[in-house]
RNA sequence: GCCACCGUAGCUCAGUCGGCAGAGCAGCCGCCUCGUAAGCGGCAGGUCGCGGGUUCGAGUCCCGCCGGUGGCUCCA
């Protein structure tokens, strides 16, 4: 773990936060004490002798020298035989790879805390026992743990659920609407719409076109896509109509491909054809999976289909990295990482070494076209084919999956889809499924933390309030309001009875980019004071002046 | 879904041993007319998540459910 450890339990009754303290204390003991750790290195024989009362170690045991894995199954590096060793401080011995530290004196004792408790599979498999989780952090210096646990505090402020209810832009209503189903409110709804228009724009010069289908869809279809054998799940439970049984829409490949072939034969000439489009899936995800906006009921994708030949995979998932990355710089988000996710070991991955093999290589070789770092990771391909993944950190290290493009191999086929190829025969078209940010939902919860609240000017659903000295400047500041309004720009006026001092707070604490102070000068002059969210003041200036700033800085983004 | 914890006013939280439900902010009304991060006074606001049980008496104790938080598993 990045800033601490976990030591899993299992333990005869539940663990309180009041037993952490007693755990702290006793390591305290133990830290005064002195231990020097010893390595020892143990026979298989030894080791099932001393772990006897252990099941849990007996078969980690087993494993490193059955698979001649680590403790956490993973192999070992090449030539390395598998080793048994043990540490023991005092009386506890305990399987150990190391290394440790030389003496348990060697900790402060003030720079640890026991964090907070958690449930976990055996081995992370959730058909395992679960055993109690312990997670703590340590530091050098208990300077460095409250810095630590400061900068938790200061995360947390920054959270999008915290976030999203202080400035107005969504809520959730788990008892009334449902969980995981978020309203947004009309500042949260301009948010929204801008991403979408910003992404429409983007996708539209790159010779996407837009299309629409609804969110019901009839079982049958999913039965013949294949998702009610692997994705039933995740859908909501079917609604019936007479002999009809309906669904709700979970995802929307299965609704483009219908129209691609409704839309009559296709000619190669025709391809690629990129299909996209903005819709709300709804998805049943279990309920302690839920959480923000970062995962959903009823996600917003900015989903699109290309259809296209074998031999256009490569230019077409260029184009889709170039997408997403001209989106991703808009909003100043460099904080991901990409994974090539490709076919482990294993009978879920469709069985055709040569259509792997190709799309594997086309990917690898746009990815290095984009110029974009990658890693690989095996077993995280789709079962119909490979994919990039763009990943993203939320405020808490909490990673989420955000852009995605994947190449199918075989949905076209179940789903009957056909080109004529040059040769006047039918060929069954390669499709590749992609978002951009992902889901409207958790790319804005994302942004939320990324910017803590203050988004850039062109995103910012108030990008500036008028604030009249005394009631008898709110007249002027009505006029400028309409005035900005007509170039484009979103204003409030802040009309009310109290005192400047407080809508400044008030439009500093909600991140409007720009606080228009307006008193008798600036009714005398036509002007407005300019001040920033930044605190800094840029003093009075015409409106024709502002305006050519504000437009500079949603030109630059900031 | 699983483990642990939590649920009191719109928000943040207090409420002792089981004995008359509280504060700040937000809201509403009034006063103040003010130059760059909270002016002053007043009023209103509650099925203590829901249901059951124990008790003379439950926000407080017990059981079930709903919802949330942190993890685990799964995922855009």
């Not at 080793?83 to 290394?99: A, M, N, S």
């Not at 498999?125 to 340590?138: F, H, Q």
């Not at 710089?329 to 040569?354: A, C, H, M, P």
């Not at 604490?509 to 307006?518: E, I």
Request: glycine share 8%.
């Amino acid at each position: 773990m990045k800033h601490g450890f976990y030591y899993d339990f299992e333990l005869p009754r539940p663990i309180t936060e009041e037993d952490l303290k007693d755990i702290e204390a006793r390591m305290r003991e133990i830290i005064a004490e002195d231990h020097p750790f010893v390595r020892r290195v143990i026979t298989p024989e030894e080791a099932r002798e001393l772990f006897k009362d252990q099941p849990y170690k007996l078969e980690l045991i087993e494993d490193i020298l059955k698979r001649g894995t680590d403790e956490y199954g993973n192999p070992l590096p090449p030539g390395q035989q598998p080793v048994l060793t043990t540490y023991r401080h005092g009386p506890f011995e305990d399987l150990c790879r190391g290394p440790h530290v030389e003496r348990t004196g060697q900790l402060n004792p003030k720079a640890f805390k026991l964090m907070n408790i958690a449930g976990a599979y055996w081995r992370g498999d959730e058909k395992n026992p679960m055993l109690t989780r312990i997670y703590g952090t340590a530091w050098r210096t208990p300077k460095e743990l409250r810095q630590y646990l400061n900068w938790l505090e200061e995360a947390k402020k920054r959270d999008h659920r915290r976030l999203g209810r202080e400035l107005g832009l969504f809520y959730f209503a788990p008892e009334e609407i449902g969980p995981g189903i978020p309203l947004f409110a009309p500042k949260g709804e301009i948010v929204r719409h801008l991403m979408e228009s910003f992404v429409r724009e983007v996708q539209t010069r790159y010779g996407y076109q837009h299309v629409w289908t609804a969110h019901l869809v009839k079982q049958n279809l999913y039965r013949k896509s294949g998702h009610l054998d692997n994705y039933a799940e995740f859908m909501f439970p079917p609604m019936v109509d007479g002999e009809d049984v309906y669904r709700l829409k979970p995802m929307n490949c299965p609704s483009h491909m219908t129209l691609y072939k409704k839309m009559g034969v296709h000619s190669y000439k025709e391809l690629p054809l990129r299909f996209a489009e903005f819709a709300t899936l709804d998805r049943y995800e279990k309920k302690g999976e839920l959480q923000g906006l970062t995962r959903v009921r009823a996600l917003t994708q900015d989903d699109a289909h290309i259809f296209c030949t074998p031999d256009q995979i490569e230019q077409e998932f260029l184009l889709a990295l170039k997408i997403i990355q001209e989106v991703l710089n808009r909003y100043r988000f460099t904080d991901y990482r990409v994974r090539l996710s490709l076919r482990g070991k294993g009978e879920k991955y469709i069985q055709d070494e040569e259509k792997w093999k190709q799309a594997e290589g086309a990917l690898r070789a746009a990815l290095k076209a984009a110029g974009l770092d990658y890693f690989e990771a095996e077993g995280e391909a789709a079962f119909y084919g490979p994919k990039a993944d763009f990943l993203a950190t939320d405020v808490l290290g909490r990673e989420w999956q955000l852009s995605t493009i994947q190449v199918d191999f075989i949905m076209p086929a179940r789903l009957g889809l056909t080109y004529i190829g040059p040769d006047g025969k039918e060929h069954t078209p390669v499709v590749l499924h992609r978002a951009v940010t992902g889901t409207t939902e958790r790319f804005l919860g994302i942004l939320i933390e990324h910017f803590a609240g203050a988004f850039p000017v062109w995103l910012a659903p108030v990008q500036a309030v008028l604030i009249p000295i005394t009631d008898r400047h709110v007249a002027y500041a009505r006029e400028v309001a309409e005035k900005l309004r007509a170039r484009g720009l979103r204003v409030e006026v802040d009309d009310g009875p109290e005192r400047m001092n407080y809508k400044i707070r008030k439009a500093q604490t909600q991140k409007v980019p720009y606080m228009l102070v307006v008193g008798d000068k600036e009714v005398a002059e036509g002007t407005v004071a300019v001040r920033l969210r930044s605190g800094e003041n840029l003093g009075p200036m015409s409106l024709e002046a502002f305006l050519q700033k504000a437009q500079e800085d949603i030109e630059a983004g900031v």
